[in-house]
């Protein structure tokens, strides 16, 4: 049986030799969750999920681990720019390669397991909310977010637009006693 140290390590042994990568595969099953077809719909041709899972499944999560928020915002733009580039024609938009690695981030610090494996116990306090409609429309409706741009689409979303409401949104979360990942949870949905 693994201990506890073991599978933080990311070793985990099955019996009679038989071991697995227990971090690789729980990356892999974090992504696979991430992305289902309600997270990307109309937002690319077929084979979008399984690019977007796999470019996840694969993304060295240790390059988060960071205590400067500026760093973190370096990482998190170039793997945005590189998910781009990994997804297939009809699917390479910003907003939404953002907005699906925002989600498998928020997923993975919810991890023990892999936040111990990469050292990811600071980055809760950089992640970016996922945007989506109900995300913009909740920030929207908060006090002072009618000066935000009016939300179109997901795929539609451009960086400058993006960090018009991740600004606001640390604003809300900090009025809340929050992280602006978090928010994710307050507005999801409600429509």
């Not at 993975?108 to 936040?115: A, I, S």
């Amino acid at each position: 049986m693994a201990s506890a140290t073991d599978i933080a390590d990311g070793h985990s042994t099955l019996g009679a030799n038989m071991t697995f990568d227990f971090i690789e595969e729980l990356q892999s099953r974090i992504a696979s969750a991430a992305i289902c077809a309600s997270t990307a719909r109309k937002m690319g041709p077929a084979g979008t999920i399984a690019n977007a899972r796999e470019f996840l499944a694969g993304l060295d999560l240790s390059k988060f681990s960071t205590e400067k928020p500026e760093l973190f915002k370096q990482e998190l733009d170039k793997a945005t720019l590189y998910f781009i580039d990994a997804m297939p024609n009809g699917a390479k938009y910003w907003g939404s390669c953002r907005k699906f690695i925002n989600i498998f981030l928020r997923d993975v610090v919810y991890n023990q397991y892999l936040v111990t494996h990469f050292q990811l116990c600071k980055t809760v306090d950089w992640l970016e909310v996922p945007l989506d409609r109900h995300v913009a429309k909740g920030l929207r409706n908060e006090p002072g977010g009618g000066t935000l741009p009016s939300w179109s689409t997901v795929i539609g979303l451009d960086q400058h637009t993006s960090n018009q409401y991740q600004e606001f949104a640390k604003t809300v979360a900090k009025t809340l006693s929050t992280k602006p990942v978090h928010l994710d949870i307050r507005y999801w949905r409600r429509v």
